[in-house]
């Protein structure tokens, strides 16, 4: 399995995942509810759930660029200047969708687009505070993409949990019942 193989279906699953809950989210808050929810954080000092949901798109999103070796579009500047600005637009969860729904079609369409990428291509990926991590292609999937994406994903599960939106482990991994082995389905 390539990093691009691992990478593009954890993407997929998991963001359609998160499209899900919002979804649900709107369906079970009172009127304006989920809306409030996009600035609702963990703590104090964390991101509230519209930045971890943009953040989580930016993740899979420059991966995709960056394990091709290309020039990042405007619409990763554009996911993370949305983010670090949430607290004073959070935006709406028809927005938030849009940004997943988006991210989804872009990883999708990268698959299909381009080549098997080299597990041992080199990666130097740099960070704004200046630090930079030279690693191989497998490394940056393993270590940095999924770790990071599965940071805001969870802490946008967290979010939407703590605030009230019915969800449980099966709605984190809805993706499993593809291989539900029929007839093992425990009552309810």
């Given at each position: 399995?390539?990093?691009?193989?691992?990478?593009?279906?954890?993407?997929?699953?998991?963001?359609?995942?998160?499209?899900?809950?919002?979804?649900?989210?709107?369906?079970?808050?009172?009127?304006?509810?989920?809306?409030?929810?996009?600035?609702?954080?963990?703590?104090?000092?964390?991101?509230?759930?519209?930045?971890?949901?943009?953040?989580?798109?930016?993740?899979?999103?420059?991966?995709?660029?960056?394990?091709?070796?290309?020039?990042?579009?405007?619409?990763?500047?554009?996911?993370?200047?949305?983010?670090?600005?949430?607290?004073?637009h959070p935006g709406s969860i028809a927005e938030a969708r849009a940004r997943i729904e988006e991210t989804i079609a872009l990883v999708?369409?990268?698959?299909?687009?381009?080549?098997?990428?080299?597990?041992?291509?080199?990666?130097?990926?740099?960070?704004?505070?200046?630090?930079?991590?030279?690693?191989?292609?497998?490394?940056?999937?393993?270590?940095?993409?999924?770790?990071?994406?599965?940071?805001?994903?969870?802490?946008?599960?967290?979010?939407?949990?703590?605030?009230?939106?019915?969800?449980?482990?099966?709605?984190?991994?809805?993706?499993?019942?593809?291989?539900?082995?029929?007839?093992?389905?425990?009552?309810?």
């Amino acid at each position: 399995m390539t990093p691009s193989d691992l990478l593009i279906s954890t993407f997929t699953q998991m963001l359609s995942a998160l499209s899900v809950w919002l979804e649900k989210a709107e369906a079970q808050m009172p009127e304006g509810g989920a809306e409030a929810l996009l600035s609702a954080r963990i703590a104090p000092d964390m991101f509230p759930l519209s930045t971890q949901i943009r953040f989580a798109c930016v993740q899979a999103q420059e991966s995709v660029y960056r394990l091709r070796d290309q020039a990042f579009p405007a619409s990763i500047d554009t996911l993370l200047n949305e983010g670090r600005n949430a607290d004073q637009h959070p935006g709406s969860i028809a927005e938030a969708r849009a940004r997943i729904e988006e991210t989804i079609a872009l990883v999708e369409a990268a698959a299909t687009a381009s080549p098997d990428i080299d597990p041992a291509m080199p990666i130097a990926h740099a960070l704004p505070t200046g630090m930079v991590f030279d690693l191989t292609a497998e490394c940056y999937a393993r270590d940095w993409v999924l770790p990071q994406f599965f940071f805001h994903l969870v802490t946008a599960y967290a979010i939407l949990r703590g605030g009230g939106v019915d969800l449980g482990k099966a709605d984190y991994v809805a993706h499993m019942f593809a291989y539900l082995r029929p007839g093992t389905m425990p009552p309810p």
